[in-house]
C-alpha cells in the first residue's frame, strides 16, 4: 500500500526553528515528486513547493520562496519542510502529497497531516 | 501566481445536479490540461477525484465529470448525495513544474 506518514503535531514559539517530516512507503522513493501544501485554519488549500527526491530538484510558489525549505534525506527516504524563524502566521495543518505522473501529476497519495501552532 | 477563482459556496438539493467553475488565466489553466480536483471533507485530508480536466481515478464515482474552456474549468456533480457535502478545490499546472489550488467551494446539500 502507497502511503505517506508524516510527523505529529508541533507546538512552538515565535522565533523557533522546525522541521517536519514526510516518509514515503510502497513505490520507489526517488521515483515521484513529493510537494507540500499549506491549509491555515478554515482557510483553503495553497500550494508551497515541490521536490524530486531523485535528485533534489526543487520548485517553490512565489509566495513561500525565501520563508521555507524544502528538502530530502535519500538515505532515510524522508522529504522535509523546514523553517528557520516561525511566525504566529505559520500556524495551520501542512500536507505531504505525490505527484503521479500516470494521472496527470494530480496528487493521488496525501499524508495525514501535521499541524503545527505557533503562539508566544 | 493568484489563486483560481472558485465561487465560495454552491448547494443543491439531493439528486440535483451542481457545477463548481474554476477560473484562471492562460498562464495556468487555459495553458495546461492538468487540472485535477479534489474532495475534503471536515477534517480529513484531499483525495483526487478527477485529473487531467476529465478523467477520473479508479474507485470514484461517475456522478463527477470535470470539463475545461479556455481559462475555466468545471466541475459537475450529478446525482448530489449527502456524502458530496464537502469542500472542492481545483488544481493546475501553472508551468516549470510548480501549480496553484483555487480558492475551494463549500458544497452544501440541502
Keep these: ?120 | 501566481q493568484s489563486a483560481l477563482t472558485q465561487p465560495a459556496s454552491v448547494s443543491g438539493s439531493p439528486g440535483q445536479s451542481i457545477t463548481i467553475s474554476c477560473t484562471g488565466t492562460s498562464s495556468d489553466v487555459g495553458g495546461y490540461n492538468l487540472v485535477s480536483w479534489y474532495q475534503q471533507h471536515p477534517g480529513k485530508a484531499p483525495k483526487v477525484i478527477i485529473y487531467e480536466v476529465n478523467k477520473r481515478p479508479s474507485g470514484v464515482s461517475n456522478r463527477f465529470s470535470g470539463s475545461k474552456s479556455g481559462n475555466t474549468a468545471s466541475l459537475t456533480i450529478s446525482g448530489l448525495q449527502a456524502e458530496d457535502e464537502a469542500d472542492y478545490f481545483c488544481c493546475s499546472s501553472a508551468g516549470g513544474n510548480t501549480y496553484v489550488f483555487g480558492s475551494g467551494t463549500r458544497v452544501t446539500v440541502l
Design chain 1, 1 to 120: 500500500e502507497v502511503q505517506l506518514v508524516q510527523s505529529g503535531a508541533q507546538v512552538k514559539k515565535p522565533g523557533d526553528s522546525l522541521k517536519i517530516s514526510c516518509k514515503p512507503s510502497g513505490y520507489s522513493f526517488t521515483s515521484s515528486w513529493i510537494e507540500w501544501v499549506r491549509q491555515m485554519p478554515g482557510k483553503g488549500l495553497e500550494w508551497m513547493g515541490i521536490i524530486f527526491p531523485g535528485d533534489s530538484d526543487t520548485r517553490y510558489s512565489p509566495s513561500f520562496q525565501g520563508q521555507v525549505t524544502i528538502s530530502v534525506d535519500r538515505s532515510d527516504s524522508t522529504v522535509y519542510l523546514q523553517w528557520s524563524s516561525l511566525k504566529a502566521s505559520d500556524t495551520a495543518m501542512y500536507y505531504c502529497a505525490r505527484r503521479n505522473s500516470k494521472m496527470g501529476s494530480a496528487m493521488d497519495v496525501w499524508g495525514q497531516g501535521t499541524t503545527v501552532t505557533v503562539s508566544s
